[in-house]
């Protein structure tokens, strides 16, 4: 079955460049999340979509921004990027009308700042 | 501040023994609960969700959920070797949209 995609796997960038996080939820699923995992860590919640509407904001530094598009994808926008952004990326999604139905997690995007 | 404790382990089980891996929650206005599994660099992966108080089994897993007591568990029987990961749990409600999780317990299964 599909899942929930995420390009690029993984992504090495140079401290003060920009990188830019895709998702691809499963269709139906409208609501799509952004967590942050650093090593050692548990995931730490960014900034959620639904129906291309910002739902809710996390723990998101402000040099990132994301965006959920008409298909119900989303990007991760992340400027300025300092060796402390190195970390897993997950995307999630769900759908809205089935809350009990748990998150369903992308592969993830794993971003190395050097 | 919403909450999540969990022990860190590790936590060490014998193959073939009963793992059980408890969380605490602070946020009263949680409505749903989640175990995630984690292998190391892989996405986390649903095991069990639970909003109602008791017990909910799926094959080896079982969840419980004690709102009075604010606690949620999970219990793997039988544990296996393939089991090892690190078991993160999640609760959803409370005014917030996202999951709030645990920082995991690292559960290892000795053969």
């Known amino acids: 079955a599909a899942g929930v995609i995420q390009s690029p796997r993984h992504l090495i960038k140079e401290k003060r460049e920009t990188a830019t996080l895709k998702c691809y939820p499963i269709?139906?699923?409208?609501?799509v999340y952004w967590y942050q995992q650093g090593p050692g860590q548990d995931p730490q919640f960014l900034i959620s979509?639904?129906?291309?509407?910002?739902?809710d904001k996390g723990s998101i530094p402000d040099r990132f921004s994301a965006q959920q598009f008409s298909d119900y994808h989303s990007e991760l926008n992340m400027s300025s990027l300092e060796l402390g952004d190195s970390a897993l990326y997950f995307c999630?999604?769900?759908?809205?009308?089935?809350?009990?139905?748990?998150?369903?997690f992308g592969s993830g995007t794993r971003l190395t700042v050097v | 501040q919403k909450e999540v404790e969990q022990n860190s382990g590790p936590l060490s089980v014998p193959e073939g023994a009963i793992a059980s891996l408890n969380c605490t929650y602070s946020?009263?206005?949680?409505?749903?609960f989640f175990w995630y599994r984690q292998y190391s660099g892989k996405s986390p992966e649903l095991i069990m969700f639970?909003?109602?108080?008791g017990d909910k089994e799926d094959g080896r897993f079982t969840a419980q959920l004690n709102k009075a007591s604010q606690y949620v568990s999970l219990l793997i029987r039988d544990s296996q070797p393939s089991d090892s990961a690190t078991y993160l749990c999640?609760?959803?409600?409370?005014?917030?949209?996202?999951?709030?999780f645990g920082k995991g317990t690292h559960l290892i299964i000795q053969p």
């Open positions: 269709p139906r699923h409208d609501t």
């Open positions: 946020d009263r206005g949680s409505q749903s």
């Open positions: 979509f639904y129906e291309k509407m910002q739902s």
């Open positions: 999630a999604a769900r759908d809205r009308g089935a809350p009990r139905d748990g998150y369903t």
């Open positions: 639970i909003y109602s108080n």
């Open positions: 999640a609760f959803s409600g409370g005014g917030a949209d996202g999951l709030t």
